[in-house]
């Protein structure tokens, strides 16, 4: 089992930048296909942000995020992060990092923007942009 604890989140102004990560305790994430970032806001469904594969050698992004946001890991020391820029108020969210339920292997494993396919979450981070 693995544990995760985003950080990061705050409060920015429309148009600046922030920085999330994500530690994870209990067992290397490296063992697992994928690293995703979702995020919720108020009354709405979580929804996908961003994944990359176990070596961040392939990532996938959310339209509405794309040419914004970068995700990135380390994996010596078991963290994945999501570099945000020209943040938007419809960027205001909850955001959570999670596991792929596959663990890697040789085979191909593409990424998945479905929530339902990762297993382990963090307990989130709050970000707020304001106009």
């Known amino acids: 089992q693995v544990q995760l604890v985003e950080s990061g989140g705050g409060s920015v102004q429309a148009g600046g930048s922030l920085r999330l990560s994500c530690a994870a305790s209990g067992r290397s994430f490296s063992i697992y296909a994928a690293m995703g970032w979702f995020r919720q806001a108020p009354g709405k469904a979580r929804e996908f942000v961003a994944a990359?594969?176990?070596?961040?050698?392939?990532?996938y992004y959310a339209d509405s995020v794309k040419g914004r946001f970068t995700i990135s890991r380390d994996n010596s020391r078991n963290t994945v992060s999501l570099q945000m820029n020209s943040l938007k108020p419809e960027d205001t969210a909850v955001y959570y990092c999670a596991t792929d339920s596959r663990i890697r292997s040789t085979a191909y494993q593409p990424l998945t923007d479905n929530p339902d396919e990762y297993q382990y979450w963090g307990q989130g981070t709050h970000v707020t942009v304001s106009s």
């Open positions: 990359a594969t176990w070596n961040g050698g392939v990532t």
